[in-house]
């Protein structure tokens, strides 16, 4: 959806022609640090490489390290992989049931003497209760971070995101409504915490903190200082296609809209709802089924199961798998991650049905009809669950043997075991397929390539 034109190129041109493609006095990183806290109403705003990186500067900025804990949302990843990079233990809050948003009870719950901030997703563009999490986090003397990767110009009451809590992170990858490539920002409106993150993103000969090099470039910028001009207009768009999407659902008593925090704007991302076939009778596989058979473009379950029932965070290999930093001798809390210890996420996590919401009007309309007749299908039965093919088994069994494996290197491997010969467009298809599937799935490890897990 995101356009491109004379603008971004006349920019690159000019990045070019200078023979200084870093940060420079004047640049477009100095416009882009500069529109982006304009725009987003901050007063600092810090560029990055990518999120990721400006997250794992965080820590150090706050103060949190060894023996610490830091409160994260269990439906993504991010921030528990995060506190390993930092020898921080990750302590998983709930969710609510219709927003599948932290719940600040939950968070309340989990606050010890060793919790040095809160970590908050706008999951997918719908604003998190950040009100309350800050008052709790005021009244622990703790921070709020939160993560707007999916919620650029969203607000609750009024206030951008970003801004409720001490720091707020926005990421600029190809998949985001402000896509640049690769490219992150921070926004924060304390003097001492910017101060202190710019510390640790670029350490030049002597570093004064443990610090890297995190920097965005100016060919990063160039793009970025024009999209940021065009995300209003992007958001204009893909909160129609939300409205298109939410009425295809409207009439079905077993797919129920997602919940929005009150008082709220959302800044579309992906489009959710959440599968209650169980009211209804159907079968979760036949819905499946009913899916693919209407050409739906929709997955199933995001990744299934919260971060902490996946094998780095069960057993965490970062430090040479010497058990940090649950076994650091700065730390005095344990580790218990049995299976219910969120059970909201638990539940709803194998129901989420998702599409990208970044789509044109029509786009949209296209999905929502495709959408009303796999509920069809589910309803009349008229479709049987779906199995693994035989090829779909040889590619886990491949990826669960030899993996990560990227498209070519299946390929190859089908080849090879005279298997046949599949074109990459095929296989890339076949193994995006298995990404949303379950027990058996995949799951994206890098550059192309596909990871296998067994959730049975």
């Known amino acids: 959806m995101p356009t491109y034109g004379k603008e971004e190129i006349r920019n690159l041109t000019k990045v070019i022609e200078s023979g200084n493609f870093a940060d420079k006095p004047g640049g477009f990183m100095d416009q ?24 794992q500067a ?10 610490d804990e830091i409160i994260c949302d269990p439906i993504v990843q991010f921030h528990g992989l995060v506190c390993l990079h930092a020898n921080i233990v990750p302590v998983w809050a709930d969710v609510t049931r219709d927003s599948f948003l932290m719940d600040p009870k939950s968070v309340e719950e989990r606050i010890t003497e060793r919790t040095r901030a809160i970590w908050v997703t706008h ?20 921070y709020l971070l939160e993560d707007c990767a999916h919620a650029i110009f969203a607000e609750y009451k009024g206030k951008y995101l970003g801004n409720w809590g001490h720091i707020g992170t926005f990421s600029f990858n190809m998949a985001k409504q402000l896509p640049t490539g690769e490219g992150a920002m921070a926004i924060t ?33 160039a793009v970025g200082v024009e999209q940021l001009k065009k995300v209003p207009g992007y958001l204009d768009t893909y909160r129609e296609g939300k409205e298109i ?30 599968f209650r076939g169980e009211r209804e009778g159907v079968d979760y596989g036949v819905f499946q089924a009913a899916l693919r058979q209407a050409g739906a473009m929709f997955g199933i379950g995001f990744t299934q199961r919260p971060a902490y029932l996946y094998e780095i965070f069960r057993n965490p290999n970062a430090y040479g798998n010497k058990g940090c930093p649950y076994d650091c001798r700065h730390y005095g809390g344990e580790v218990d991650w049995a299976e219910g210890l969120c059970p909201v996420a638990e539940d709803v996590m194998p129901r989420l049905v998702i599409t990208s919401n970044m789509v044109s009007v029509e786009a ?37 043997a030899d993996g990560p494996l990227d498209p070519s290197e299946v390929m190859e491997a089908f080849k090879n075991k005279g298997r046949g010969e599949l074109d990459e467009h095929a296989m890339f298809t076949l193994m995006e397929g298995l990404r949303h599937r379950f027990p058996y799935k995949l799951s994206y490890a890098g550059p192309r390539k596909y990871a296998y897990h067994d959730l049975s």
């Open 32 to 55: 882009f640090r500069s529109d982006f806290a304009r725009d987003l109403r901050a007063k600092h705003a810090i560029a990055g490489a990518t999120a990721m990186v400006l997250m």
């Open 58 to 67: 965080i820590p150090g900025a706050i103060g949190a390290g060894a023996g």
């Open 123 to 142: 999951l997918w563009g719908f604003p998190a209760e950040v009100e309350e999490l800050r008052r709790i986090a005021d009244s622990h003397g703790i």
């Open 189 to 221: 409106n304390d003097d001492r915490l910017a101060a202190e993150l710019n510390k640790r993103i670029i350490f030049g000969e002597s570093p004064v903190v443990l610090s890297s090099n995190y920097r965005m470039t100016e060919f990063q910028a």
């Open 245 to 274: 999407l939410d009425s295809a659902i409207a009439d079905c008593p077993w797919l129920d809209r997602r919940g929005e925090t009150a008082e709220s704007v959302v800044a579309p991302y992906w489009w959710v709802c959440i």
């Open 364 to 400: 949209a309309r296209e999905k929502a009809a495709s959408l009303r007749e796999a509920i069809r299908l589910a309803e009349s039965g008229d479709v049987e669950p779906i199995t693994y093919s035989e090829a779909e088994k040889l590619v886990l069994e491949l990826v669960e």
